[in-house]
């Protein structure tokens, strides 16, 4: 049982490149949501699910799209990587909407 | 709107002795929840207890408890009996309602940084 997993843990982007960041979990969990953590701010949500196909936008979306075709995977689009990007990247699930989440292991993103 | 504030950036506690962090929180929601969460220096995300805002008692799992004042609007996290382990970033998140009515994510403060000295 594998809980949350986070691809890749590590990646260096040039400004203007694309990449995706793919998050699953084994847990039939309906709820999944991507998070960015900067120094000094806490979490932020990027964007969410509430179910397969569903997808809505959280505090900070910008510069960011996401797609949940299977219930498993949620995963997270940067189309053009600018620095102001640069964080540490959480995904996270839950049973519902009143459960606080479980976390994966975190991706460090650099956009140089 | 939602908020939670933590106002001790960082924290020293000697080994052995309690430690109490500090959380406090802004809805107009009723029903709520409130959840404390560990991140070690590698960095995972742990959650450690939760509160529902109708629950009657205090949260309790192990050494962490959640001293849960509603009317002051604050869940403050206390560790008994502090271990060298414990030296983490602790934060304190609130249940959001939001973001065209979803529910579900989290609301996060800015946490607080425990050292315990042996």
């Known amino acids: 049982n594998a809980g949350v997993t986070q691809t890749p843990k590590f990646r260096v982007l040039k400004t203007g490149q694309s990449m995706t960041l793919l998050c699953a979990q084994d847990?039939?969990?309906?709820?999944m949501y991507w998070y960015r953590q900067d120094p000094g701010m806490g979490l932020r949500l990027i964007h969410y699910?509430?179910?397969?196909?569903?997808?809505a936008k959280g505090e900070v979306p910008d510069g960011y799209n996401v797609s949940r075709l299977k219930k498993q995977n949620f995963l997270l689009g940067l189309e053009s990587a600018a620095p102001s990007q640069t964080s540490v990247y959480f995904c996270?699930?839950?049973?519902?909407?009143?459960?606080?989440?479980?976390f994966g292991p975190g991706t460090r993103l650099t956009v140089l | 709107a939602q908020k939670i504030t933590q106002t001790q950036p960082g924290m020293f506690v000697q080994e052995k002795e309690a430690v109490t962090l500090d959380c406090t929180y802004d809805t107009s929601d009723p029903s709520y929840g409130l959840f404390w969460y560990k991140q070690p220096s590698s960095g995972e995300m742990i959650f450690l207890i939760y509160q529902g805002s109708y629950d009657q008692q205090n949260a309790t799992e192990g050494r962490y408890s959640l001293n849960f004042q509603k009317a002051r609007k604050s869940a403050n996290l206390v560790i008994s009996a502090s271990q060298l382990g414990d030296s983490a970033m602790y934060f304190c998140?609130?249940?959001?309602?939001?973001?065209?009515?979803?529910?579900?994510?989290?609301?996060f403060g800015k946490g607080t940084k425990l050292s315990v000295k042996p």
């Open positions: 699910s509430v179910g397969e196909g569903t997808t």
């Open positions: 996270a699930s839950s049973w519902s909407g009143t459960t606080g989440g479980y």
């Open positions: 998140a609130m249940r959001g309602r939001g973001y065209g009515g979803s529910q579900g994510n989290l609301i």
């Open positions: 847990m039939n969990h309906e709820y």
